[in-house]
């Protein structure tokens, strides 16, 4: 596996003086080609900004990103469309396909912009949809589309210029809990059978179990996931140090309020054997995450 | 495509986008089309007239406007001058006519129909034979009620209607032909010529002719000059207004096609913010937006332009009067202006476009 996408010491401050924030504050990271990486965090903690760096929608105050070698946050502003559109792959939260394009449209649109012939265009955007299980649906406008195909649509547009890397912002955040692993199953795929490199960011607890890493950004700084547990009730990672604990039976266990704990001394008198179930794959997933980036 | 997609998807939206140019460019074509026609009425005698120039009293150098008083001397001599192939006598003189409780402007030429001068297309009944009798307009001895036969009172006297002329109202009336004896006693002025239609033998010099004019006393001047003498004078009464409203129709153009695709640029502010993180540039983005207007404009001018069309034969069929020319270069001008309202609407909605970050699009 070769690094793809590197970013160094990377802040982004918006404002100036005292009304300055900053977003990200020294983030380093790598992708190898072929993983999926997932960025986790809060709301606010600065992850949005994170990914619009890493995919040169955002330019950093200070640090750099590499793509491919290229430090592509040194480019000017003109060269970077060109980047985004041939080494970028982009699915959002929110879809966002063009209401007045069927699905084959969207997808044939972007390879069109970076240059390919309509019916060359076309033809690929139409094999990929199939390739996605869309072939029934390649006509449809985005309002005739469920959510999960709109997300798959989008994922087909987001690889039509056969991308280096793949960077998802909360993809999941608009799906039931199916559709939802169906998409990060996909993107799962995309990693594995392409060799292509997936960033995902998203506070959905469900999808790290298709990550190959995840890393934990607060506060605009990437944590220390070894430092971090699972409230066995609501599934929000909690740090250590900020946590409600219950020591029980010799195990110590972590929780994000005095609620969730009063909740989960409540439950066992009650089903407590379903709980466990509940942190045990997180925990063991833990334990596979690497520790903080430098 | 996806220009024509945008607009396509709220059929309501382009079709009031497509009326509201239309009726813009309609107002244009038929404002335009209506100056066009006063100056074709007001150059229409001289168009039709005997000769390529006129002589008239010194320092007269326009047809309508001013009156021309021509000594006898010079009428006699002209005629004779070397160059000279024929000098058609005539006299002007506006009048106000009354009928039927109803003023208007008349125009009174006096010609010799044997020589030419007067009316050069008759609806119906013939010239005049005698000083008792006159041509009118078609249109306005229509509009007065006034037929062949019927006998009609201008200044003291009364005249028979013996024909009916076409293609003579104007600006400020209509023209109408009597025989120069006619004119001489009604202006009570026995001998008077305001002008001569002046034919030139072929090879004949002009500033030659023009100095042998001059040493008689009055002025040559080319039918060109004089009508764009009269050209001058009208556009200093018709130009301001008439431009003012063709500006505001271009204006109010460019408001309908610009809200509607600043509308549809904003709300799919968010549409466009993707492709632009997706990696399309603005000059993309702008050919869209442009495209939009651009397709908004010309449906509006195709649909203007044909209702135009209509209107200007509604217009005079209802109003003869009015004359409305609306010509193939028109058309062409208009069909630009079109272009360039789609150029000018697409201005804001290009400017909305730079300006949107493409990270908005992570921002939920």
């Not at chain 2, 009316?119 to 013939?126: E, F, H, I, Q, Y």
């Not at chain 2, 990696?279 to 195709?302: D, F, H, K, S, W």
């Amino acid at each position: 596996m070769t690094t793809t996408l590197a970013i160094r010491g990377v802040t982004k401050q918006f404002g100036h003086g005292a009304t300055s924030v900053e977003a990200v504050r020294g983030v380093g990271l790598s992708v190898e080609s072929g993983e999926v990486l997932l960025i986790m965090g809060p709301s606010g903690s600065g992850k949005s900004t994170l990914l619009s760096i890493m995919g040169a929608l955002l330019r950093p105050t200070a640090g750099t990103v590499t793509l491919n070698g290229v430090a592509i946050s040194q480019l000017p502003e003109r060269d970077l469309p060109p980047v985004r559109l041939r080494e970028f792959g982009f699915v959002f939260q929110d879809f966002n396909l063009l209401a007045a394009l069927s699905a084959l449209e969207n997808v044939a649109l972007v390879a069109e912009l970076a240059g390919t012939a309509r019916a060359e265009a076309l033809r690929r955007a139409g094999e990929l949809l199939t390739e996605l299980g869309l072939a029934e649906r390649v006509a449809f406008l985005p309002d005739q589309l469920s959510g999960g195909e709109k997300q798959r649509v989008a994922i087909a547009r987001a690889l039509i210029n056969d991308p280096s890397v793949i960077l998802a912002d909360e993809p999941t955040a608009n799906l039931d809990s199916s559709n939802g692993h169906e998409i990060m199953r996909t993107l799962r795929a995309v990693a594995k059978e392409r060799g292509r490199s997936v960033v995902i960011v998203s506070h959905d607890q469900r999808i790290r179990d298709i990550a190959d890493r995840v890393v934990w950004l607060e506060d605009g700084q990437l944590r220390d996931l070894m430092t971090m547990a699972v409230d066995p009730v609501c599934g929000m990672s909690v740090e250590h140090d900020r946590a409600v604990t219950l020591e029980q039976g010799g195990e110590l266990r972590f929780f994000c309020s005095r609620g969730c704990r009063a909740e989960f001394l409540g439950e066992l008198d009650g089903p407590a054997e379903t709980r466990p179930a509940r942190t045990g794959p997180l925990a063991s997933l833990f334990q596979a995450v690497r520790p903080k980036t430098p | 495509m996806l220009a024509w997609r945008n607009l396509s998807r709220d059929p309501i939206r382009l079709l009031l986008s497509v009326a509201g140019v239309a009726v813009s460019i309609v107002l244009i074509l038929l404002l335009v089309g209506y100056r066009s026609g006063i100056y074709a009425q007001a150059s229409a005698y001289l168009d039709h007239a005997p000769g390529s120039a006129l002589v008239a009293e010194r320092g007269v150098a326009d047809f309508f406007g001013t009156t021309s008083t021509l000594e006898p001397r010079v009428v006699e001599q002209v005629a004779s001058l070397p160059g000279v192939a024929a000098a058609v006598p005539i006299v002007t003189q506006f009048v106000v006519f009354e009928e039927h409780g109803r003023k208007d402007g008349m125009f009174l030429v006096g010609y010799d129909p044997a020589k030419g001068g007067g009316p050069w297309r008759l609806a119906a009944g013939r010239e005049p034979a005698t000083d008792e009798e006159i041509v009118l307009d078609g249109v306005a001895a229509g509009q007065h009620g006034i037929g062949l036969g019927d006998r009609i009172r201008i200044l003291d006297r009364d005249l028979a209607v013996v024909g009916l002329s076409e293609d003579t109202t104007f600006w400020s009336g209509s023209m109408a032909f009597a025989r120069i004896g006619a004119l001489e006693t009604l202006l009570r002025a026995p001998g008077l010529r305001s002008f001569l239609l002046v034919t030139p033998t072929p090879g004949a010099s002009l500033p030659s002719l023009t100095t042998a004019v001059s040493s008689l006393g009055a002025d040559l001047v080319p039918k060109s000059t004089l009508i764009a003498n009269d050209r001058r004078l009208l556009a200093r009464v018709y130009d301001a207004p008439i431009g003012l409203m063709v500006a505001i129709a271009f204006v109010i153009g460019i408001l309908v096609v610009g809200l509607v695709i600043y509308t549809s640029t904003v709300e799919r502010r968010r549409e466009y913010g993707a492709l632009k993180a997706i990696g399309a540039g603005n000059r993309a983005l702008y050919r869209v937006v442009a495209t939009q207007a651009l397709i908004a404009a010309l449906l509006g001018a195709g649909s203007g332009a044909v209702l135009a069309v209509v209107g200007e034969r509604a217009l005079m069929a209802w109003r003869p009067q009015f004359r409305v020319e609306i010509d193939a270069a028109t058309l062409v001008v208009v069909l630009a202006s079109s272009l360039l309202m789609a150029a000018i609407a697409s201005l804001v909605p290009a400017r909305a476009l730079a300006g949107l970050e493409p990270a908005e699009v992570l921002r939920s």
